[in-house]
C-alpha cells in the first residue's frame, strides 16, 4: 500500500503563510488523486482541496479559495499545500490524502491517508 507522510505544519500567525509536503512511498507510483483534509478538535473532518494526476480537475473548498494552492511533483512523488492569508479558523489538523480513482467531484473519502501534521493559526 501507499504511505503518506505529512511535513511542514507548526505554529503561525494569522495572515501568515505556511507550505505542508507530502511524500509518498510504498510503491511506484503515487495516487491518482491526492488531495488534503483536515480536522479541528471538536469539529468533523471536512475536505481542503484535491486534484488530479495532471491538474485537469482541481477542487477546493469555499473557504480557502484564493488563499490555498495544491500542487504535486510526480516525479518526486510529493504533494503540497501552499497556505496563505491563514485564518484561526485554519487551525487543524491537516492530513494529506490519496486515491487511484480519478476525480469528478469533492470526495467524501479517500483511499490513503497520512497521520496528519498539526496547523495552528494564532491571532
Known sequence: QVQLV???GGLVQEKGSL????LASG???????MGWFRRAP????EFVAAM?????TILYRESVKGRFTISRDNA??????????LQPGDTARYYCTGDDGSLFSVPND???WGAGTLVTVSS
Open 42 to 45: 471538536g469539529n468533523e473532518r
Open 76 to 85: 518526486k512523488k510529493t504533494a503540497y499545500l501552499e497556505m496563505d492569508n
Open 19 to 22: 507550505k505542508l509536503s507530502c
Open 6 to 8: 505529512e511535513s511542514g
Open 52 to 56: 488530479d494526476w495532471r491538474g485537469g
Open 110 to 112: 479517500m483511499a490513503f
Open 27 to 33: 510503491r511506484r507510483s503515487m495516487p491518482y488523486t
